[in-house]
């Protein structure tokens, strides 16, 4: 481990080695998703300038966009005061975030103890990931 | 349980019955800070129309200003499309998000492999929690 990786070791890695990472639009500041990130995923993110995450259900390296081809492009990359929690300020290419189709992940809101769904599926899964 | 609680078991709690929280200022949309819900805790923000959360260090809910006075007023809650993170639109009372008494939590900011501190401690964590 070089002394380049420093800035790796401030992080604080949970004991199955992740963090929570918020990908938010670094226009807007519109919260679009929140994905996992272990200490490769963020090496390449930072080496690459663009989001790598780690996928929990795949258990894998997962490149944003390498199927959808909606690809999230980093401006910035902050860390919290716990140092547990990562926050990417991007560019969401293409414009649409969620693996639903939609712009953003959060789009079920709490009305009167129902979660109601308040955003439009821009494109079709289906189309997205038919590579 | 009753038919009132339908709401909450749709959240996809983990197996420790917790999901990232993340509170952000409901005008400018900034992202403040991140901390752990579980059933209760969501359920107290609700009713209480005030952040509470679950102290994973304290292992007890916490009303957050509960001390500090740092209340906050919750606008909107919503839920992401795996139903493990909620997004809390939130007004901060006092402007003070961190326990490090900083507007917000994600004040180290990478840059040339450095976490740089880019915010101001706005009050001293002293004087915040004298109480």
Chains 1, 2 share one sequence.
């Not at 910035?76 to 293409?94: A, H, P, S, Y």
């Not at 009305?111 to 990931?129: A, C, F, G, M, Q």
């Amino acid at each position: 481990m070089s002394t380049q990786d420093n800035w790796l070791n401030k992080v604080n890695w949970s004991d199955d080695g992740l963090v929570p990472a918020i990908a938010q639009d670094a226009t807007s500041n519109e919260v679009l998703m929140v994905a996992w990130m272990n200490r490769e995923a963020l090496k390449r993110t930072v080496e690459s300038g663009e989001a790598v995450y780690w996928s929990r259900s795949r258990k894998k390296l997962w490149h944003k966009g390498e199927e959808s081809g909606h690809v999230q492009k980093v401006h910035e990359i902050r860390l919290d005061c716990d140092e547990d929690v990562i926050l990417l300020k991007i560019e969401q290419i293409g414009g649409i975030s969620c693996h639903t189709g939609r712009h953003d992940c959060f789009f079920q809101k709490l009305e009167n103890h129902e979660w109601t769904v308040t955003e439009p599926v821009l494109k079709d899964p289906s189309e997205i990931y038919k590579r």
